[in-house]
């Protein structure tokens, strides 16, 4: 057993902080309060390989394993959490059509994802469906002129602002297999967005309502075939809670970092506050437990990688105990920077803002305990 | 036209340094390292050469412990074709000394019959600021040093050199030693490809020995020690309290 990093995948962290650190880390608050982050971004980001991580060489991707992706999101979520999980999202979307697309659809599609002048968007959550996701009701009906959309998809990252949607919708029976998925471009015919929401976190990511009405995309746009479109969602969320987890980490990270700073400067009764034993204890309990969360994750990333049986509990179990690690242990970096901690200039509160959608998306923490409960019962 | 590119494996300049408690130098044990960031723009440099169709091959090498490898696998990541490794310490304490290098480069230089040297100006661990002017010695070439803009024209290579009060433009003859200063370029990011193609390109390694060059130290260290701590400043009451002040200091 090796619990080392190889020499490409420390070269592959170190490249990725720098990236963040040098153009993202810089602009974070100004790209949340602006609530968008530059379009020009992303192909600065492609041009070194972000824009298909885990795509195929043949389709332009970079190839990585799942491993070497957490490696990237927590990297980059050292600089910004939010701009991190944005591009998970357009990964997991171009990873489903790489995988599942047929050829024409890849040649179509996925140059321009690749390059990201096509950021893509993950459309799967309803308003009025959430963690029971197989009920979503967005119907597709074909047609001879193609695909007929009627719905709304809730919660949408990028909602009006990419430029294609992968969407879930329902083409045949109730239930699972009743879903298919299909590219919607931005510009088709019936398609809308609702107002840009207000959210606690994840500011900089515009994140809207999106509407079908008789909404029309090409017949060729379908991905894979009819009926697989749910069993195509859910292959790309053990992927996806290991991403999210993987921001929920570096933001994390950096938050202690940021503290340890803080610690050292800040004086109180005449010593630097790092100097007070309670307070060193908080330090260690965080960087406790942050190594755990972090061990846990790549050993999660390493079962899928390496399609162990058990890769599914194993994603959802790392989701729950890193997304709750990153809040917890940001949440203590805001007590001990005080005041200043509750004030934006400092970043801290950010964080905090930021990591607490991580416990509710890509599978509530909820449900990976039902994902959890049900792999332990059936064993 | 080929560019040999030498590429020192440093302390990380984020890294807080620490002197080791017998004095005998820096603590590099599970310390974060990387390539010199001088070194890093000679890669650059030389990579931008080659890719404005002024050079063929980017050659980098190295000359340490084993682990200079992956400084090495840097350079290769950043677009440098193939590299030499020559190992010539066991504990990365073991600095080798410019004229060890030196000597080492000239060799590599008679084998590989580059046109171009491209180094960093100095290393950011202990400051020699010695390689490429002895290498230059020993080879007999040209040298332009402190490079802030090269621009290479057949036989000649116009280098702009930063030199006390301004720059300083000179024209010397190829094949030349040029070392690099911070303003030449901005190195780019290796891609996530690029990374993974790194490992695919060849990578030699090397004794001293191989190329007759006896590394033994000839300096020694008397003692490294921490910068003195700043003393405390004191506060004034008013501005003629600060004007007392500084001319006792003698500053006004």
């Given amino acids: 057993m090796d619990f080392a990093l190889t020499e490409e995948q420390s070269a592959i962290f170190d490249m990725a902080y720098a990236f963040g650190q040098d153009n993202i880390a810089p602009h974070a608050q100004k790209w949340e309060a602006e609530g968008t982050i530059p379009k020009d971004l992303w192909p600065e980001l492609a041009a070194l390989g972000f824009g298909g991580l885990y795509v195929s060489e043949e389709s332009g991707g970079s190839a990585l394993s799942r491993l070497d992706a957490t490696l990237v999101f927590e990297a980059l979520s050292m600089a910004c959490p939010s701009v991190a999980a944005f591009l998970s999202i357009h990964n997991m979307c171009a990873k489903m059509i790489d995988t599942f697309g047929s050829d024409e659809l890849k040649a179509r599609i996925l140059p321009k994802a690749m390059t990201m002048e096509t950021v893509l968007s993950y459309c799967l959550t309803e308003p009025g469906s959430g963690s029971d996701a197989a009920a979503l009701k967005t119907r597709a009906e074909k047609t001879n002129e193609g695909y007929r959309l009627n719905g709304s998809k809730a919660f949408i990252s990028g909602g009006g602002y990419s430029d294609a949607y992968v969407v879930m919708c329902r083409t045949g029976e109730d239930g699972p297999k009743g879903i298919s998925t299909v590219v919607v471009e931005d510009g088709a015919e019936g398609l809308s967005f609702g107002a840009l929401e207000e959210k606690m976190g994840w500011r900089s990511q515009p994140t809207a309502q999106v509407n079908f009405d008789n909404c029309l995309t090409a017949t060729d746009n379908l991905v894979g075939e009819e009926g697989s479109g749910f069993k195509y969602a859910m292959a790309g969320l053990d992927g996806g809670r290991l991403n999210i987890s993987a921001c929920s980490l570096g933001a994390a990270q950096a938050g202690l970092?940021?503290?340890?700073?803080?610690?050292?400067?800040?004086?109180?009764?005449?010593?630097?506050?790092?100097?007070?034993?309670?307070?060193?204890?908080?330090?260690?309990?965080?960087?406790i437990e942050l190594q755990a969360a972090r061990t846990f994750l790549r050993q999660a990333a390493w079962k899928l990688d390496t399609g162990a049986p058990d890769a599914t509990a194993f994603c959802a179990m790392a989701k729950k105990f890193v997304t709750e690690t990153g809040s917890n242990v940001v949440d203590q970096c805001l007590q001990l920077h005080g005041g200043y901690g509750y004030l934006s200039d400092y970043g801290i509160e950010k964080l905090v803002r930021d990591l607490r959608v991580h416990q509710i998306l890509e599978g509530t923490n909820e449900i990976m305990r039902v994902i959890v409960a049900r792999h332990l019962i059936a064993r | 036209m080929k560019v040999l590119v030498p590429v020192k494996r440093v302390i990380d300049y984020n890294v807080k340094v620490r002197v080791k408690a017998d004095g005998s130098g820096v603590d590099l044990a599970n310390v974060k390292m990387s390539m010199n960031p001088f070194d890093e723009i000679a890669v650059e440099e030389a990579i931008r050469l080659k890719e404005a169709g002024k050079a063929t091959e980017v050659v980098a090498v190295s000359i340490g412990v084993k682990q200079n490898q992956e400084t090495l696998r840097t350079a290769l990541a950043m677009g440098a074709d193939r590299a030499i490794l020559v190992v010539a310490a066991d504990d990365v304490h073991t600095d080798i000394e410019p004229l060890a290098v030196?000597?080492?480069?000239?060799?590599?230089?008679?084998?590989?019959?580059?046109?171009?040297?491209?180094?960093?100006?100095?290393?950011?661990?202990?400051?020699?600021?010695?390689?490429?002017?002895?290498?230059?010695?020993?080879?007999?070439?040209?040298?332009?040093?402190?490079?802030?803009?090269?621009?290479?024209?057949?036989?000649?290579?116009?280098?702009?050199?930063?030199?006390?009060?301004?720059?300083?433009?000179?024209?010397?003859?190829?094949?030349?030693?040029?070392?690099?200063d911070l303003r030449l370029n901005e190195p780019r990011y290796a891609s996530l490809p690029n990374i993974m193609k790194a490992k695919r390109k060849p990578l030699d390694e090397k004794t001293p020995g191989d190329y007759g060059v006896d590394v033994t130290p000839r300096l020694t260290v008397v003692k490294t020690e921490e910068p003195a701590a700043r003393a405390a400043g004191i506060k004034v009451g008013s501005v003629d309290e600060l004007v007392a002040k500084l001319k006792e200091a003698g500053a006004v």
């Fill in chain 1, 257 to 287: 970092n940021a503290t340890l700073q803080y610690m050292s400067e800040r004086k109180a009764f005449g010593k630097s506050i790092d100097q007070f034993q309670a307070l060193q204890f908080r330090l260690a309990d965080m960087e």
């Fill in chain 2, 102 to 180: 030196a000597k080492i480069l000239a060799a590599i230089v008679k084998e590989e019959e580059p046109g171009l040297v491209l180094a960093g100006k100095q290393a950011i661990d202990n400051d020699m600021n010695a390689t490429g002017q002895m290498l230059s010695a020993l080879l007999g070439w040209s040298q332009g040093t402190f490079a802030s803009e090269v621009d290479i024209d057949g036989d000649n290579a116009k280098v702009t050199r930063e030199v006390d009060g301004g720059l300083q433009t000179i024209t010397v003859k190829m094949p030349t030693i040029i070392t690099v």
